[in-house]
């Protein structure tokens, strides 16, 4: 079931954590803000677009902003305004971050581990689509993982590697090692632009994205 991608906010409630979405921009970017339950703790994902939409969908309160990789349109709109509403703290892939508008206050690597109130996620680096893009996993203990990948993983295929076939490879080692070896099928994928989908759903494409090249 698609966490609905349109003009309203779609809402995932989970035990611990309340996940809603939005696309914002002409771009289709996916936006995410995670609240805690326990503590109302808010971290939000890709300020990318129309920062009035964003602050009314925080309600203008913010303790994280992660930008997942450096492509302008995932920040360049709303990151700014957002942070300077909110005074969030701000988190990119430290090799991105000198290329976002925005000071990055913590560079993210691999493994890295995000705390916001009772939640956490975990950094996944996914070279490829740019130097420092990242995922961001959330291992719910009341059910099954939930994945935001930004533009390293959709329906369909990996990033967006601009013809380079050394930036493939390492983007689908990436993505095939880090994200589809080590999690299960159930896995819920939260992508930068588009539809959901999970991890069990794409699995059986992972041949032919090889043999295509993109």
């Not at 309203?8 to 803000?33: F, Q, T």
């Not at 890709?46 to 602050?55: F, I, V, W």
């Not at 009341?142 to 930036?167: I, K």
Request: contains cysteine; aromatic residues 8%.
């Amino acid at each position: 079931m698609d966490l609905y991608n349109g003009t309203a906010p779609g809402v995932r409630e989970l035990p611990d954590v309340v996940i809603e979405k939005v696309s914002v921009g002409a771009g289709d970017n996916n936006c995410y803000l995670l609240r805690c339950r326990s503590t109302g703790q808010q971290l939000m994902i890709a300020a990318a677009s129309e920062p009035e939409r964003l602050l009314d969908l925080c309600g203008g309160r913010l303790d994280i902003v992660v930008t997942t990789h450096q492509h302008w349109d995932h920040w360049r709109d709303a990151l700014p305004q957002v942070v300077a509403a909110t005074g969030a703290r701000t988190y990119a892939g430290a090799p991105d971050a000198p290329a976002i508008g925005v000071p990055t206050d913590v560079g993210l690597g691999d493994g890295d581990v995000i705390t916001c109130g009772g939640f956490s996620l975990t950094v996944i680096r996914l070279t490829g689509h740019t130097p420092g893009s990242v995922a961001l996993l959330y291992q719910d203990p009341h059910g099954h993982p939930h994945l935001f990948t930004g533009d390293s993983l959709f329906p369909g295929g990996v990033g967006n590697t601009f013809g380079d076939a050394s930036a493939f490879d390492s983007l689908y080692h990436d993505v095939t090692t880090k994200l589809f070896d080590a999690l299960p099928d159930e896995t819920w994928v939260y992508p930068g632009h588009g539809r959901d989908t999970t991890l069990g759903a794409e699995r059986p494409s992972l041949a032919e994205w090889r043999s295509r090249g993109w």
